[in-house]
């Protein structure tokens, strides 16, 4: 088994990039607050899909030419059913901010303001990736803020449910590594089918997106050819 899967402990969707955590930002009903920084963010190991929660959006456009507010629509309803949380990525501007100095109130006005950090954003929507992010924003999806420049040394395609790479782990062994988890992109591929009364949905779906994901990890450099993605079964 590839070394550091682990149990998940977060139901919100992570990017597959292998960078540090530093915070975690979420809407409480009537505000944004800071609910992870620091070590609790680096800990914390939910499943890995390209963009986090964006992975499905995209599908849904890609794959069942659904237009964006319904596919946002869609994602939200079908991540209410798994039990799952909503979430997207950004980054430091490879180190430009340092969140570890900023209070709370910084943390949020900066979070605010700052649309990108995410490959795969930027890779499946171009110059409107940073409309997305906002949109998710507007939407009020959980944000996680990554830190400095990608170092990824490897990729992974991981086919045990509910495990995870735990991301902290790979950089203190100095072997940072992009993963997915691909059954369970394939549990809620399989609740957009239902939900699109599509019984093929799945299937074209995870093709997709092995494919997608090969295409962007060898973008990032993670691997110099998509037939060195590992996998871990």
């Known amino acids: 088994m590839t070394k550091n899967i682990v149990p998940q402990n977060s139901t919100y969707p992570r990017c597959v990039d292998g960078r540090k955590a530093v915070a975690f930002v979420e809407w409480d009903g009537s505000s944004w607050i800071v609910s992870k920084k620091e070590e609790a963010a680096s800990q914390e190991c939910g499943p890995q899909f390209l963009g986090g929660s964006l992975l499905f959006v995209k599908a849904l456009e890609e794959v069942a030419s659904k237009d964006r507010s319904d596919a946002f629509r869609m994602v939200e309803q079908a991540s209410e059913k798994l039990g799952w949380g909503l979430q997207i990525h950004i980054d430091d501007h490879h180190g430009d901010h340092d969140y570890s100095t900023m209070s709370d109130e910084d943390i949020i006005s ?49 086919n045990r449910s509910g495990h995870t790479f735990m991301t902290a782990d790979g950089l203190k062994d100095g072997q940072p590594r992009f993963n997915t988890d691909m059954a369970d992109a394939d549990k809620m591929f399989g609740v957009l089918g239902e939900m699109l009364k599509d019984e093929s949905f799945a299937v074209r779906a995870m093709d997709w997106t092995s494919k997608t994901y090969k295409d962007v990890v060898v973008a990032l450099k993670g691997v110099e050819s998509a037939d060195q993605v590992e996998i871990s079964d």
């Open 110 to 158: 900066q979070v605010s303001n700052h649309h990108t950090g995410c490959g795969f954003a930027a890779y499946a929507w171009g110059e409107d990736g940073t409309t997305v992010i906002g949109m998710a924003k507007d939407r009020h999806w959980r944000i996680q803020v990554l830190e400095g420049e990608h170092s990824e040394s490897g990729a992974i395609i991981n």
